[in-house]
């Protein structure tokens, strides 16, 4: 009971954050005087979080689906038993479930309940939201056949499989979760005498978007708390503050990793947001955005950090910082690409 | 029971090794270099005394990291300019005819992203002499010749219907030229020092392409005036376009299609381009980086002669005096803005025109026609201050015209035609300012310009 109410108090101060930004806009609109940073502010929060909103309502809408037509039979049936192969099978899941930074989580966790292996897991998780047709599309509209576009899809799926293998040695997913109750995970069900996947057609799809309609509800606080710190913190640290730090080998690299988590830009369209970078940044430094950025930024850990245990987010965001610095700075000293 | 789970091991471990591997990665520093992807003067080639040296590079570079690096011996004077991912040296004397130059990036030139340039750039370049090219009446149309040495005889460089204007790049290794097109338009050709790979440039098809010029990092500016819409109707005004030789990509000058303007010069270093606007009576210079312009009143049709740096500008225009029309001499200078009259005071027994700078900024070539003289020219020569002047030619009852000096600053090259003569054939002749002797290089010649 003190977690739905919790819950909710959390959903109540979202949406009054929300309301709160869209209230003080109508009031200055009406004359009253606000410093400028607060235009700034609520224009960048808006940005992203109207551009995120539609995919996670597209994650948690193929949660739903997922929770009512899959069974964990089918997922233990279609899913490599192997750790390495599980990994790489769910470093390229995306191109079945394309869902961006916002969408996967509900997604993942839903698989994981449906008793999805740990490696296959954290690689989907990490993996798909560069390695999806959606994504794959606009970095080509944005770089073209070349270098930037197969090495940002080959690092993304070596990193994403990387640290998926790392997680196998966690036997069982739920260790990887927060311990909250299957029940309480909208509309997950432990009774298996009477399966989310029963019923006809339309019930189970009336189940699937009542899934869905409650996943989004619960995630999207997180969202709007996650959009709102990325837009204090790039108010307060303007772009150029980071920008000016330098572009050498390996400072670029860490300069556009930063840049990359404050921005918490959607991987569908970062790729045209880097371009702004090019030339005056190494490609590693590029690459380090495009690579690092969909898989860890302000808006999808506080999701991580709704759904998964504390450790696990910190070894899921360190490694994957690690294995981005290390391979875009052996880019930019090694390859010139 | 261990504290930490194989999870946690794990972690740690990858963690070590990969910390390990960015050291290394590290300490082993830059491994990709400095993407060099061309220089010139060609390594132990012959180049031109007036030649750009110029390196270009793949990536962006550190340029105070370049520019310290950059030597040149002998030592030479001159001016480091950067275009996109390119060096220029562009020198205050020209290289001297005969010598080797050796020239050197030393290592530690690095690109903006830290790329290291490891080893010496070192290569080395002679210096030839400059030739004259002109055009000539070749079976009763006007042809390309050129004279590859003072002392050489004179080889024709094309067969065309005939040559309506050219420009020499400033290597001195192309001709753009321009030749009437069976649509009475004129399209600009392009053909080598030795008359060799002779080609079709640019088909303006019938809209007129010409007076071009070429800028010190390989550009083409040239005027174009828009074919009749109609059948018996005029040509449009000109306005000035940009070329690209490698491409034979062409765009406006400016995007607004009321900008006219024709004769356009490049300033040395490329930096400012300036035209005719013969609808205003002004020059209007463009500064290539910031669009800015600046205007200058003159009436009489075109730009002026750039000083090496591209900082001034000695141009003329038409004042009244008394009554009577009389050129005079302006100098402008570009960074503070100030027009001031060449001559101070202003003389006003003649009338001073064309002034043609030295490259090496020392001397200036004027045609002055003496109140008194009739319609016939002079040609005199003054030192910047004009505290004196010499008399390069004063042969009676003649026009002179296309006035030019060498690379050296020794030799100047004009055309002549004496009027009143039975045969008033125009002829190209030098003065050699440290004889003052004039000689006479080619008959049935024109349009006279150096092949450096």
């Given amino acids: 009971m003190q977690r739905i109410f919790n819950s909710l108090g959390l959903l109540g101060l979202a949406v009054l954050l929300l309301l709160a930004v869209l209230g003080l806009q109508n009031w200055a609109a009406a004359g009253f005087a606000l410093p400028d940073q607060f235009f700034t502010l609520s224009t960048i929060f808006l940005g992203i979080f109207i551009e995120a909103a539609p995919f996670l309502l597209l994650g948690t809408l193929a949660s739903g689906l997922v929770e009512v037509f899959l069974d964990r039979d089918a997922i233990q049936r279609l899913m490599p038993k192997n750790a390495l192969a599980g990994a790489v099978a769910g470093g390229l899941l995306g191109f079945v479930f394309p869902v961006c930074e916002c969408g996967v989580i509900p997604l993942t966790r839903r698989f994981f309940t449906k008793g999805l292996a740990p490696a296959t897991g954290i690689a989907f998780l990490l993996a798909s939201p560069v390695i999806n047709p959606i994504v794959v599309a606009s970095t080509y509209a944005a770089y073209g056949w070349g270098p930037i576009l197969f090495w940002r899809i080959g690092l993304s799926l070596f990193i994403a499989v990387t640290v998926g293998l790392v997680f196998a040695l966690q036997s069982r997913s739920a260790q990887l979760l927060r311990p909250t109750p299957l029940i309480q995970i909208s509309g997950a069900s432990v009774d298996h005498a009477h399966p989310a996947t029963a019923g006809s057609l339309g019930q189970r799809l009336n189940r699937a978007l009542l899934i869905a309609g409650d996943e989004f509800f619960e995630m999207g606080r997180f969202l709007i708390i996650g959009s709102l710190v990325a837009a204090l913190l790039q108010t307060v640290v303007p772009q150029t503050a980071l920008l000016a730090v330098g572009s050498g080998p390996l400072l670029s690299v860490l300069v556009m990793m930063a840049l990359a988590v404050l921005l918490s830009i959607c991987s569908t369209v970062d790729a045209f947001v880097s371009l702004a970078f090019v030339g005056t940044f190494t490609s590693g430094s590029i690459l380090s955005f495009l690579v690092f950025g969909p898989m860890v930024d302000i808006k999808a850990v506080m999701l991580y950090l709704q759904v998964f245990r504390r450790k696990t987010v910190l070894y899921m965001v360190w490694l994957t910082f690690l294995l981005t610095l290390l391979a875009t700075v052996f880019i930019n000293l090694n390859l010139g690409i | ?452």
């Fill in chain 2, 1 to 452: 029971m261990s504290r930490f789970s194989p999870l946690d091991l794990a972690v740690a471990s990858l963690s070590v090794v990969l910390l390990a591997a960015l050291g290394l990665v590290l300490w082993r520093g830059d491994q990709v270099g400095v993407s060099i992807l061309g220089f010139a003067p060609a390594e132990r080639g012959l180049a031109a005394a007036s030649a750009p040296v110029w390196i270009a590079f793949g990536d962006a570079m550190d340029t105070q990291s370049v520019e310290s690096r950059l030597t040149i011996e002998p030592k030479v004077e001159g001016k480091l300019i950067w275009r996109g991912n390119v060096i220029y040296f562009l020198p205050q004397q020209s290289l001297t005819p005969g010598e080797t130059y050796i020239l050197r990036l030393a290592a530690g030139a690095q690109t903006e992203f830290g790329h290291l340039l490891a080893e010496d750039l070192t290569w080395s370049f002679g210096v030839r002499e400059a030739g004259v090219v002109f055009l000539r009446d070749t079976g009763g149309h006007a042809e390309l010749w050129a004279l590859h040495s003072l002392g050489g005889s004179p080889r024709q460089l094309t067969e065309t219907d005939g040559v309506f204007d050219f420009a020499v790049s400033v290597d001195g290794e192309q001709i753009l030229y321009s030749l009437f097109n069976n649509l009475s338009g004129i399209d600009l050709w392009l053909v080598d020092r030795e008359g060799r790979s002779n080609r079709l440039l640019l088909d303006c098809g019938a809209d007129r392409c010409y007076a071009a010029d070429w800028s010190v990092d390989g550009r083409i500016a040239y005027s174009r005036a828009p074919g009749p819409l109609n059948p018996g109707e005029g040509y449009g005004a000109p306005r000035t376009w940009l070329l690209d030789p490698n491409t034979g990509e062409t765009v406006r000058l400016h995007a607004d299609t009321q900008k006219i303007g024709y004769g356009p010069s490049w300033s040395p270093d490329a930096g400012r381009l300036a035209y005719f606007d013969g609808v205003q009576s002004r020059i209007v210079v463009v500064d290539m980086l910031s669009g800015q312009e600046t205007h200058l009143p003159s009436r009489v049709g075109v730009v002026g002669s750039w000083t090496w740096d591209g900082g001034q500008m000695l141009y003329y225009d038409t004042l009244l005096v008394e009554g009577q029309a009389l050129n005079a001499v302006f100098r402008v200078d570009f960074v503070t803005q100030d027009i001031l009259p060449f001559f101070d005071p202003q003389p006003q027994d003649g009338d001073y025109s064309n002034p043609v700078l030295s490259p090496d900024g020392e001397w200036v070539a004027l045609r002055v026609r003496p109140a008194a003289g009739g319609v016939a020219d002079q040609i005199w020569v003054t030192p910047m201050d004009g505290r004196f002047a010499l008399t390069a030619d004063d042969t009676a009852a003649s026009l002179f015209a296309d006035l030019s000096w060498d690379p050296g600053s020794q030799y100047l090259l004009y055309h002549r035609m004496q009027l009143g003569a039975a045969d008033p054939a125009p002829e190209v002749w030098i003065w050699d300012r440290l004889s003052a002797q004039n000689r006479l290089l080619a008959r049935d010649a024109s349009a006279p310009a150096w092949l450096p």
